[in-house]
């Protein structure tokens, strides 16, 4: 009996020993032999490894050189590539484990790397379906355009969370039919303390709890919070890269960094495997925290994500700077709704520069793409809620129905949608229709080409993408014409929209997209300057073919430009959706943006009375916006780039691609999510995520200081009281020493009083609730009466007499008793010191705005009509 046990223990110990052995990580160098060390670790050839099988070899691919990719250069300078199902199957016993595929699609033999579409499943969960690496990778690098990151990525790598049984790890690949499926590097790490708790809190107002049993996990993002990225090697345990967040930020400028680099630990239930320390060392806390509790500005991260997925995010703290509970505390907000409030990290983590993580799950529905997380002050703990702590932040995707993949609906290289079943299904559909079709497509085929021969410049049918308006008539009906009026600054566009260009003459125009015309760049794609055959001079915005963000900007453009017609608006000439391209053509604008002209760059800087004439062209075309059309239409992101100059200096207000139809009449706001430029953002839609027209007037007022202070909106180099224009130029104006900050180009060329009138105009602006703005209609006839008091200035200087005499009245838009100096001159010999009436010719531009704003309930009966109108 005794012989049988010590058989029995010495088995047991075999079986213990060798489970210990399989619990090591697993490296793979996919389509290698030999084995190579990376990062502190040996990577083996996927056909030398032991504890490894491959049902279905497949072909390997390498290449010379990957230098400068990442710190994987080595591994992915060889693949696998799978042209039918095929296996790897890793002997593992059960577990917890994270599952690494590395992607690099480097140029391979005989195939196009951009055709290779395919899905890939672990186990029984899904992890990838109709998946392209290079689509993947194209619209990461749109989307870090489109934040202004100096950084690109030119590989991929995917994360999963996985619960293993008996049976080890089966990762298929599956090609889509004439694709092909490729992968550079596997890992397989045990991961053997609990790093998800079965259950976890939901956010909202109906609490409850998540559980996370039986369900798949991927890796969404991984930040650290503050200042620079962590390594996989200084996170030796399970080698996770944590990425810098600056690129999540919506308002960078709101936080400032705080590091701490000793004396850090974990607190007493904190797993040791949830984050490195040194994650820990620095956070991001509030800039200025007074001021921002003021104005409730909260930090804030914004994240895409995949619609109809459940998400786990985890935030990490270590109060780093206080040493005393009450000290710090806040709220945290997760798709703007509260997940925590009353939060103090002291309390929480038992003490100063101790670590801590906490949990919170979330829907996203199946129209949103987005996913914020907030922190902000908690106005209910008094002077100790003006302050918030992030130390790290982690998104995790939670399995549906033994699902973790989602369909892109991007576009292939060839313009084929990327979902093969769905692409089968319309070709069938297409296929019986051309077949119904073609007899009476026959006898229409003669007819057509007599049609084609009489309208040689009419607008055929594109045979792709149909934004919306672009091929119908706008306005033609009676209805239409009430709707949109015409009147003499703009009208509404009765015709289709434009012409439609081929691409031969797109590509003539920019002699072949040639990078020497751009002059333009963002999430969008680029802008080129170039000629059509009459000799016009446009400007050319292609569609990043990848740039989600920017298809729906176009979408947005075109349907609002269809619409709007205005001397200060730029006009769109045309299109071209030929072989899957979507471009607009505009009128060429000679002398760029006003920004260009304000500070950045060699060119002249613009006079006061040419400012002046730029905030009045731009003014003109933002009322017009917000009066032209039923309901109105909200620029959303008004700003000096989005202002630009034609060759005459006139301002014409561009870029529709955020813009959205104002509320109805029974409606005071439109529900939106936040978009826009730190910086020129209401902060009050901010807050509320309710867009008025009165969100632009608060954009416009930060252009107004901007224009007469030449420096950008936001400089976090400056002192702490200046970074913020607004908040700095509204400090001096309060003070009445507006004259103190002006560009010093402009001194000794304005009238003080021209200057204390526009300063308290763009003040008005920026008043924190919307209700108390001016409308943009008052905006612009008080900057008409600015421009007046410059010119009276002018013409004084150079000798005219005038009269002078004070008026006392109440200024509706000030809200205080005022003084006008009214002046009749008695030389008016130079036709150069006449009132000027306007660049648009109209007599009484008061008459006209009242008008157009007597539905609104403005009151203009205390405005005193200036002389000379």
Same mark, same amino acid.
């Given at each position: 009996?005794?012989?049988?046990?010590l058989?029995?223990?010495?088995?047991?110990?075999l079986?213990i020993?060798?489970?210990e052995?399989? $619990?090591?990580?697993?490296?793979?160098?996919?389509?290698?032999?030999?084995?190579?060390?990376?990062?502190?670790?040996?990577?083996?050839?996927?056909?030398?490894?032991?504890n490894?099988?491959v049902?279905?070899?497949?072909?390997?691919?390498?290449t010379?050189s990957?230098?400068?990719?990442?710190?994987?250069?080595d591994?992915?300078?060889? /693949?696998?590539?799978f042209?039918q199902s095929s296996?790897?199957t890793?002997?593992?016993?059960?577990g917890?484990y994270?599952?690494?595929?590395h992607?690099?699609?480097?140029p391979?033999?005989n195939?196009d790397?951009?055709?290779s579409?395919f899905d890939?499943?672990a186990n029984?969960l899904k992890?990838?379906?109709?998946?392209?690496v290079?689509?993947?990778?194209?619209?990461?690098?749109?989307?870090?355009?489109?934040?202004?990151?100096?950084s690109?990525?030119s590989s991929?790598?995917?994360?999963?969370?996985?619960?293993?049984?008996?049976d080890?790890i089966v990762v298929?690949f599956?090609p889509?039919?004439g694709s092909?499926?490729f992968?550079?590097?596997?890992?397989?790490i045990?991961v053997l303390?609990k790093?998800?708790?079965?259950?976890?809190?939901?956010?909202?107002g109906?609490?409850?709890?998540f559980?996370?049993?039986?369900?798949g996990?991927?890796t $969404?993002?991984?930040?650290?919070?503050g200042?620079s990225?962590?390594?996989?090697?200084?996170?030796?345990?399970?080698w996770r890269?944590w990425e810098?967040?600056h690129?999540?930020?919506f308002?960078?400028?709101?936080?400032e960094?705080?590091?701490?680099?000793?004396?850090i630990?974990?607190?007493?239930n904190?797993k040791?495997l949830?984050?490195?320390?040194?994650?820990?060392?620095?956070?991001?806390?509030m800039?200025n925290? /007074?001021e921002?509790?003021e104005?409730?500005?909260?930090?804030?991260?914004?994240?895409?994500?995949?619609?109809?997925?459940?998400?786990l995010?985890?935030?990490h703290f270590?109060e780093l700077?206080?040493?005393?509970?009450g000290? =710090?505390?806040?709220?945290?907000y997760i798709?703007n709704?509260t997940?925590?409030?009353?939060?103090?990290?002291?309390v929480?983590?038992?003490?100063k520069?101790?670590?801590?993580?906490?949990?919170?799950?979330?829907?996203v529905?199946?129209?949103v793409?987005?996913?914020?997380?907030q922190l #902000?002050?908690?106005?209910?703990a008094?002077?100790?809620?003006?302050?918030a702590?992030?130390n790290?932040l982690?998104?995790?995707k939670?399995?549906?129905?033994?699902n973790? /993949?989602?369909?892109?609906?991007?576009f292939?290289?060839?313009?084929k949608h990327?979902?093969?079943?769905?692409?089968?299904?319309?070709?069938i559909i297409?296929g019986?229709?051309?077949?119904?079709?073609?007899v009476?497509?026959l006898?229409a085929?003669?007819?057509?080409?007599?049609?084609k021969r009489?309208t040689?410049?009419?607008?055929?049918q594109?045979s792709g993408w149909?934004?919306?308006?672009l091929h119908?008539?706008l306005g033609? *009906?009676?209805?239409?014409?009430s709707?949109f009026?015409?009147?003499?600054?703009?009208?509404?566009?009765? *015709?289709r929209?434009g012409r439609?260009?081929?691409?031969?003459?797109?590509r003539t125009?920019?002699?072949?997209?040639?990078e020497?015309l751009?002059i333009?760049t963002?999430?969008?794609?680029?802008?080129?300057k170039?000629?059509?055959?009459d000799?016009?001079l446009v400007?050319i915005k292609?569609?990043?073919?990848q740039?989600?963000?920017g298809?729906r900007e176009?979408?947005?453009?075109?349907e609002?430009?269809?619409?709007?017609?205005?001397?200060?608006?730029?006009?769109?000439i045309g299109?071209?959706d030929e072989q899957?391209?979507?471009?607009?053509?505009?009128e060429?604008m000679a002398n760029?943006?006003?920004?260009?002209?304000?500070?950045?760059?060699?060119?002249?800087?613009?006079?006061?009375k040419?400012r002046l004439?730029?905030?009045?062209?731009?003014a003109?075309?933002?009322?017009?916006?917000?009066t032209?059309?039923?309901?109105?239409?909200i620029?959303r992101d008004?700003?000096t780039t989005n202002?630009?100059?034609?060759?005459?200096f006139v301002?014409?207000?561009?870029d529709?691609?955020l813009s959205?139809?104002g509320?109805?009449?029974?409606?005071?706001?439109?529900?939106t999510?936040?978009?826009?430029?730190?910086g020129y953002?209401?902060?009050?839609?901010? =807050?509320?995520?309710?867009?008025?027209?009165?969100s632009?007037?608060?954009s416009?007022?930060?252009?107004?200081?901007?224009?007469?202070c030449?420096?950008?909106?936001?400089?976090?180099?400056?002192p702490?009281?200046?970074?913020?224009l607004?908040?700095?130029?509204?400090?001096w104006?309060?003070?009445g020493?507006?004259?103190?900050i002006?560009d010093?180009?402009?001194? #000794?060329s304005?009238s003080?009083?021209?200057l204390?009138k526009f300063?308290?105009?763009a003040?008005?602006?920026l008043?924190?609730e919307?209700?108390?703005?001016p409308? $943009?209609?008052?905006?612009?006839?008080?900057?008409?009466?600015?421009?007046?008091?410059q010119?009276?200035?002018?013409?004084?200087?150079?000798g005219?007499?005038?009269t002078?005499?004070?008026?006392?009245?109440?200024?509706t838009?000030?809200?205080?008793? $005022?003084?006008?100096?009214e002046e009749s001159r008695s030389?008016?010999?130079?036709e150069?010191?006449?009132?000027?009436k306007g660049?648009?010719?109209?007599?009484?531009?008061?008459?006209r705005?009242r008008?157009?704003?007597?539905t609104?309930?403005v009151d203009?009966s205390?405005?005193?009509?200036?002389?000379?109108r």
């Amino acid at each position: 009996m005794g012989s049988y046990w010590l058989i029995f223990v010495a088995f047991s110990l075999l079986y213990i020993y060798l489970g210990e052995a399989q $619990m090591k990580p697993v490296f793979i160098n996919c389509g290698a032999n030999s084995s190579v060390v990376v990062d502190d670790r040996t990577w083996y050839g996927d056909l030398s490894f032991q504890n490894l099988s491959v049902s279905f070899p497949g072909s390997v691919a390498s290449t010379a050189s990957a230098n400068g990719i990442s710190i994987y250069e080595d591994l992915y300078k060889t /693949a696998r590539i799978f042209n039918q199902s095929s296996n790897y199957t890793f002997k593992v016993v059960s577990g917890s484990y994270y599952l690494r595929l590395h992607f690099f699609p480097f140029p391979l033999e005989n195939v196009d790397v951009n055709d290779s579409f395919f899905d890939v499943t672990a186990n029984n969960l899904k992890l990838l379906t109709q998946f392209s690496v290079t689509n993947e990778i194209s619209h990461k690098n749109s989307y870090l355009q489109s934040v202004e990151s100096n950084s690109t990525v030119s590989s991929l790598m995917k994360e999963y969370f996985l619960d293993v049984g008996m049976d080890g790890i089966v990762v298929r690949f599956v090609p889509n039919k004439g694709s092909f499926a490729f992968v550079n590097a596997i890992e397989i790490i045990p991961v053997l303390d609990k790093l998800f708790l079965d259950s976890i809190s939901k956010v909202g107002g109906s609490g409850g709890n998540f559980s996370l049993s039986d369900k798949g996990i991927e890796t $969404m993002y991984r930040l650290n919070v503050g200042t620079s990225e962590v390594e996989p090697t200084q996170d030796q345990d399970l080698w996770r890269m944590w990425e810098n967040d600056h690129p999540y930020m919506f308002t960078v400028a709101a936080s400032e960094v705080l590091s701490n680099k000793s004396n850090i630990s974990y607190a007493s239930n904190e797993k040791h495997l949830v984050a490195p320390l040194f994650v820990y060392e620095d956070a991001r806390t509030m800039t200025n925290a /007074a001021e921002v509790s003021e104005k409730r500005i909260n930090i804030s991260w914004k994240f895409e994500v995949h619609p109809n997925f459940d998400y786990l995010v985890r935030l990490h703290f270590c109060e780093l700077y206080y040493d005393k509970p009450g000290q =710090r505390i806040f709220r945290i907000y997760i798709n703007n709704r509260t997940a925590a409030d009353n939060v103090d990290v002291f309390v929480k983590a038992g003490g100063k520069d101790k670590a801590f993580h906490q949990d919170y799950v979330d829907s996203v529905l199946q129209n949103v793409d987005t996913l914020w997380v907030q922190l #902000g002050p908690d106005i209910t703990a008094g002077e100790s809620g003006t302050d918030a702590l992030l130390n790290g932040l982690e998104i995790f995707k939670v399995s549906r129905s033994g699902n973790l /993949a989602h369909v892109s609906g991007r576009f292939d290289s060839e313009g084929k949608h990327s979902s093969g079943r769905r692409g089968i299904l319309w070709g069938i559909i297409c296929g019986a229709v051309v077949l119904v079709c073609i007899v009476s497509a026959l006898c229409a085929f003669f007819f057509c080409c007599k049609q084609k021969r009489k309208t040689a410049q009419a607008k055929s049918q594109p045979s792709g993408w149909r934004p919306l308006f672009l091929h119908a008539t706008l306005g033609s *009906t009676t209805d239409a014409r009430s709707k949109f009026p015409h009147s003499a600054n703009g009208s509404m566009a009765t *015709t289709r929209l434009g012409r439609r260009f081929t691409i031969p003459e797109i590509r003539t125009a920019t002699k072949n997209f040639d990078e020497s015309l751009i002059i333009g760049t963002g999430g969008f794609g680029k802008v080129y300057k170039g000629e059509i055959e009459d000799g016009t001079l446009v400007a050319i915005k292609r569609a990043h073919p990848q740039s989600q963000q920017g298809l729906r900007e176009f979408e947005t453009e075109i349907e609002m430009l269809s619409k709007l017609r205005h001397r200060h608006l730029v006009s769109m000439i045309g299109y071209c959706d030929e072989q899957n391209e979507m471009i607009l053509v505009y009128e060429y604008m000679a002398n760029g943006t006003v920004r260009n002209h304000l500070f950045g760059t060699d060119l002249p800087a613009l006079s006061w009375k040419q400012r002046l004439d730029v905030c009045i062209g731009s003014a003109r075309g933002l009322h017009y916006l917000h009066t032209g059309a039923e309901g109105g239409i909200i620029h959303r992101d008004v700003k000096t780039t989005n202002i630009l100059l034609d060759e005459n200096f006139v301002a014409k207000v561009a870029d529709f691609g955020l813009s959205k139809t104002g509320p109805t009449l029974d409606q005071t706001h439109v529900s939106t999510a936040v978009k826009g430029s730190f910086g020129y953002l209401d902060p009050e839609y901010f =807050r509320r995520q309710q867009l008025t027209e009165k969100s632009d007037v608060y954009s416009f007022g930060v252009v107004l200081f901007e224009v007469i202070c030449a420096r950008p909106v936001i400089n976090p180099s400056l002192p702490k009281d200046q970074i913020n224009l607004a908040e700095w130029a509204i400090k001096w104006q309060r003070q009445g020493s507006l004259e103190t900050i002006v560009d010093p180009q402009l001194q #000794g060329s304005y009238s003080l009083d021209s200057l204390k009138k526009f300063g308290e105009i763009a003040e008005k602006c920026l008043a924190d609730e919307g209700k108390n703005r001016p409308t $943009m209609g008052e905006v612009l006839w008080h900057l008409e009466y600015v421009l007046q008091l410059q010119e009276a200035y002018t013409c004084s200087n150079d000798g005219d007499s005038f009269t002078r005499s004070e008026v006392k009245y109440t200024n509706t838009l000030l809200g205080a008793p $005022m003084t006008v100096i009214e002046e009749s001159r008695s030389s008016l010999g130079e036709e150069d010191c006449m009132v000027s009436k306007g660049d648009e010719g109209e007599s009484d531009t008061m008459t006209r705005i009242r008008s157009e704003d007597a539905t609104r309930g403005v009151d203009f009966s205390q405005v005193v009509h200036p002389q000379g109108r």
